[in-house]
């Protein structure tokens, strides 16, 4: 099964950018990012099916994030500009869902692999 490594995390200011990696070990035809602050449900905020590039992204992040794949790396990217104190969350990147399609897994947070996750804070 695929495996995933996120990276490119870190603190930022408000409104400034980060750029998130997740390193896959093999293909898997949708992938999203999904995060979760302490005390709140898990939020698919983006998410990408390969084969077509259909993306859907959240309505808390759209115009601020964009999700893209490198298929010569096998990794995904989640570029956040714009930040805000409310995006300070763990990140993870997800794959295969076991149960939806690609955009309705990614609405729902439904994965069925899952990265270890990279801390973004973003101070206010």
């Known amino acids: 099964q695929v495996q995933l490594v996120e990276s490119g995390g870190g603190s930022v200011q408000t409104g400034g950018s980060l750029r998130l990696s997740c390193a896959a070990s093999?293909?898997?035809?949708?992938m999203a990012w999904v995060r979760q602050a302490p005390g709140n449900e898990r939020e698919g905020v983006a998410g990408?099916?390969?084969?077509?590039?259909?993306?859907y992204y959240a309505d808390s992040v759209k115009g601020r994030f964009t999700i893209s794949h490198d298929a010569a790396k096998n990794t995904l990217y989640l570029q956040m500009n714009s930040l805000k104190a409310e995006d300070t969350a763990v990140y993870f990147c997800a794959a295969n869902p076991p149960h939806w399609y690609c955009r309705e897994a990614t609405r729902r947070a439904d994965f069925g692999t899952w990265g270890r996750g990279t801390q973004v804070t973003v101070s206010s």
């Open positions: 093999s293909y898997t035809s949708c």
């Open positions: 990408l099916y390969i084969g077509d590039n259909t993306t």
